[in-house]
């Protein structure tokens, strides 16, 4: 499964300025597109919302060959239930970690030079203080399951990861595609993995003729598809092709064929004063701040 990549985590938040600060100024990655949207996505990539809702991609450099975050703001929500299902991205930045402390933002040390620090919306980030070991400095994402055994048979037996370590004791297992990309972590805890409304979704490419062999293996093994194979649109940009798994404790997992999604992943030089230019112009805050109303939970 070497064709296939670890491409971006998904993140509901309903703070950008805040959000903003944190991957610029505190992690120091880039804006490396901002996209807007009238209504919801075909494949629910906003979650189960329908209004209008924009989206933007951050990292520390292109997409091609960096695992990046996915922020979708849904106008007109101000925050998201928490679940115990998204555990923590893991990232090598000495850099990070100096910024942080520049910038007052709050650090935790929980291992010798690990720092656990939180993104507005109270997603954790663990912070290596260290040189990357590869180009891409974000080393894992980890998620919550509720039985090891049975996760590590869907997302290395029908999902064809790679296990690169597997702790019993622990319960915990790392997978990935290759030895050069973000890593997936799975951790096992006591009870059910609880999404709430904060929920999250991790993608992948994969070569687009795999789309529809992956989609018949899902029915067959009668695992959840949440969206068949469907084509999302992007104004002005290119047309891919997805579709929507869940795990056995529900992590929703996006596979995208991978010619198109280079396409539509190219670097936007503007990128980040479209962000900055759709934040001037949005003025929700206001509007419920007059009404003295607060926005919606998610």
Known sequence: MA????????????????T???????????ILRHEEFEEGCKA???GPYDGKWSKTMVGFGPED?????????????GDYTLG???????L??????????KLEWPLREVADGVFETEAPGGYKFYLQNSSPPQSDPVLKVTLAVSDLQKSLNYWSNLLGMKIYEKDEEKQRALLGYADNQCKLELQGIQGAVDHAAAFGRIAFSCPKKELPDLEDLMKRQ???????????DTPGKATVQVVILADPDGHEICFVGDEAFRELSKMDPKGSKLLDDAMAADKSDEWFAKQNKLKASG
């Open 84 to 90: 115990n299902d998204f555990m923590g991205i893991t």
């Open 92 to 101: 090598a930045s000495k850099q990070a970690v100096s910024n942080a402390r």
């Open 44 to 46: 629910a990539c906003n």
């Open 222 to 232: 009668n695992q959840k598809i949440l969206t068949p194979l469907v084509s999302l």
């Open 3 to 18: 064709t296939r990549r670890a491409l971006h985590f998904v993140f509901k938040v309903g703070n950008r300025f805040q």
């Open 65 to 77: 060959d960096h695992f990046v975050a996915e922020l979708t703001y849904n106008y007109g929500i």
């Open 20 to 30: 903003a600060r944190f991957y610029r100024d505190v992690l120091g990655m880039k």
